[in-house]
């Protein structure tokens, strides 16, 4: 609380006697009593130190005693909004709810800007069951909340991803103040950025149960579930909310956000050019503009959008980057002139000081200077492996839980339990390692859809992870025990109405390109037993340093260290090997390698596979018009070429952590045999 004057709250006190006893109401409210009472002795009806008796005296729980003291005081001093706050507190704590919000309504109407009092006010309401006044006084509170000192250090925790921090600050602010809207929707932020989805969801929703108009906490709720592929639950929240701001530009963007992830490119490219035509200094709309038109193949209009988007922000990292993820273009001389210039400037941030150096590496190596070309890709992975959280010890302690788990025996006991859907084709493998040219032949197909990389499987993992069945519950996926028979037929049925929204052409068939999913292998078997499992691999250095060359939006956190890399092939090729052991011929495997050398003969063994009869067009893929969002969208709209099997060798020197990481298995590669001597390695 400010001392000062009790009509502003502001002014200065110069009293020690009066700041010490502030000081003291916050550590001892009985001593402060005990002073502000020795206080009046001195000074009788000094309006300070009466409030501060009263407040003391509240805060022991004593609030008749405080009435007393502050509704004269209120009458004195009628423009005084702490007094009426403190004494609409202490009705409240009577039991006097309707004086209270008089009282505090009356504080409000005196300084508009008063938090304390509005979020004292919307409590009290909702504590009344008076849910339309309280939800306007809370977008009172939050609209006036921009400058709230208390709110101020947790923000610039969360800006600077000091997100324990910032969680312990927003904890201690709502274990008084429970209802505190903003602060629940900064605490969402802080813990979605900690992965933990589902405990950012009830937050945000427990916010917009208290304040339905709360625009920030509706639009990150949107994003949410939009990130987390919830697209039409998202596309409600973004249609209320264009309902109350019919041209809020970052409303209309997110809905262009969820066009895309619903393939519906078109849609998304007239919303981000109306925008632009409005609002044409925008370049981050400009780059977006750019991703969908270069899913949709319409590769000249992209590079004009990504340009542009330079042209009004030159140190724009982020647009430097999407011309080098096009991976067939080519940059200009003086575009790495200005690149050089920029990264290492002080007016950059730290984000597009990443994307600059993840660019200058592509633009120097297709200029073969191999080098620069490294150190640049080196330097922007060392960055961004500051700002990311991954440990890779964790997730070799998962694939070993999962070979102790998924044994013989465990599937024996549970044969065809799942759905009976043919119609899922699912691709794993590591990013970067031909999955999406397998998903772009087999698309090609008349009988197969192409859709993107859902995300249903791995989302279902993490529900399971977080079921509790008991006091004595299990981690995924050990909980898997636990599961009746019907229960994963009905997972295999919520997974197909799930992806249902992403298939728009009634085909027999579709594709699910998650890489990740390699590591739910033995779920997907599970809920979905007839559906087929295809996974891609690449040479372990062609591989690991393409990942390491790639600058991720979203997730891949081991792909920022070279050892990480390695760790996590040997990992996902040890797993694999696990699951040929223990359900053989269950996944069918592709060496990218050998599709690249001799495609023809590979693509009929994976139509056969896959119970499909050949189609000419499979060959034809780089004809399929279909839209594409992954970074390999231009290199499948072209023949097969096999220069980029090899790129990885003009590195080959700066290479050796990767090289020790991954070990044994280049020598052995591709033999997949080799990949059973897995066990002696579980150690490393």
């Known amino acids: 609380m400010d001392p000062g004057s009790l009509n502003q709250g502001t002014a200065a006190n110069t009293s020690i006697g009066l700041v010490r006893i502030e000081r003291l109401l916050g550590t001892d409210p009985f001593q402060a009593e005990q002073q502000a009472a020795e206080f009046l002795v001195a000074k009788p009806g000094h309006p300070m130190a009466l409030l501060y008796l009263a407040i003391a005296r509240r805060l022991l729980r004593k609030p008749g005693a405080a009435i007393e003291i502050l509704t004269p005081l209120a009458s004195r001093h009628p423009n005084a909004p702490l007094v009426q706050l403190h004494l609409g507190l202490a009705q409240r704590e009577s039991g006097r709810n309707h004086e209270a919000v008089e009282s505090l309504r009356r504080a409000v109407s005196i300084k508009q800007d008063f938090t304390d009092a509005w979020l004292a006010l919307a409590d009290l309401l909702t504590a009344m069951h008076d849910k339309e006044a309280a939800a306007k006084a809370f977008l009172s509170y939050a609209d006036h909340s921009t400058n709230d000192p208390r709110l101020l250090e947790p923000a610039v925790a969360l800006r600077e991803q000091r997100y324990a921090e910032a969680e312990s600050l927003l904890r201690g602010l709502l274990q008084n103040q429970p209802n505190d809207i903003v602060a629940l929707c900064m605490l969402s932020e802080v813990i979605e950025c900690q992965g933990r989805t589902h405990e950012s969801e009830d937050l945000l929703i427990r916010c917009l149960n208290l ?194 788990f998924f044994t013989d025996a465990f599937f024996a006991e549970r044969p065809g339990c799942g759905g009976d859907y043919a119609d899922p084709i699912f691709i794993v493998g590591l990013p970067r390692s031909g999955t999406t040219l397998v998903e772009q032949i087999l698309s090609s197909h008349s009988c197969v859809e192409g859709t993107t990389e859902l995300p249903e499987i791995i989302a279902m993992a993490k529900t399971l992870a977080a079921w509790k069945a008991g006091s004595d519950s299990q981690e995924y996926p050990e909980v898997l025990t636990r599961m009746e028979r019907g229960l994963f037929r009905e997972l295999g049925t919520a997974y197909i109405n799930q992806t249902r929204i992403h298939r728009k052409h009634n085909r027999p068939m579709f594709i699910d390109k998650m890489p990740e999913n390699f590591a739910h292998i033995g779920l997907i078997h599970l809920i979905l037993p007839n559906a087929r499992i295809i996974d891609v691999r690449r040479h372990p250095l062609a591989s690991g340093f393409s990942i390491y060359k790639q600058y991720f939006a979203r997730g891949q956190e081991f792909s920022y260290s070279l050892e990480d890399i390695g760790s996590y092939y040997r990992n996902y090729v040890e797993l694999m090997a696990h699951f040929n052991k223990v359900l053989p011929g269950r996944v069918y495997r592709i060496i990218y390698e050998s599709l690249v050398q001799d495609t023809e003969n590979e693509v009929r063994r994976l139509l056969q596979h896959c119970n499909l009869p050949y189609e000419s067009a499979c060959l034809e893929f780089y004809s399929n018009d279909r839209a594409v969002t992954t970074p390999s969208s231009e290199q499948v709209r072209s023949p097969i070429y096999r220069d980029a099997m090899n790129n990885w060798v003009p590195y080959a020197s700066w290479l050796g952590p990767l090289q020790a990481s991954v070990g044994d298995l280049i020598d052995e590669y591709p033999n997949i045999s080799a990949s059973l001597k897995m066990d002696e390695h579980a150690a490393d």
């Open 211 to 404: 304040a339905p108009g709360y625009r920030r906490a509706r639009h990150n709720y949107t994003v949410l579930l939009l990130r987390h592929n919830k697209v039409m639950d998202a596309m409600q929240e973004i249609d209320r909310l264009l309902a109350e701001s019919p041209g809020n530009p970052d409303y209309l963007k997110l809905r262009a956000a969820l066009h895309i992830n619903l393939r519906e490119h078109h849609e998304s490219i007239n919303i981000y050019q109306a925008l632009l035509d409005q609002f044409p200094l925008q370049p981050d709309v400009w780059t977006s503009l750019g991703h969908a038109l270069k899913s949709v193949g319409r590769r000249a209009d992209c590079m004009k959008a990504y340009r542009k988007a330079i042209a009004v922000e030159p140190g724009y990292g982020e647009a430097y980057w999407a011309i080098a993820n096009v991976k067939t273009e080519h940059f200009t001389e003086a575009e790495v002139a200005a690149m050089l210039d920029q990264v290492n400037s002080p007016a950059i941030g730290t984000e597009d000081r990443i994307k600059f150096h993840f660019a200058l590496g592509k633009a120097l190596e297709d200029g073969h200077d191999y080098a620069q070309s490294f150190r640049h890709y080196d330097e922007g992975n060392r960055l961004r492996y500051k700002t990311i959280r991954y440990n890779r010890e964790e997730f070799s302690a998962y694939v070993q839980r999962c070979k102790r």
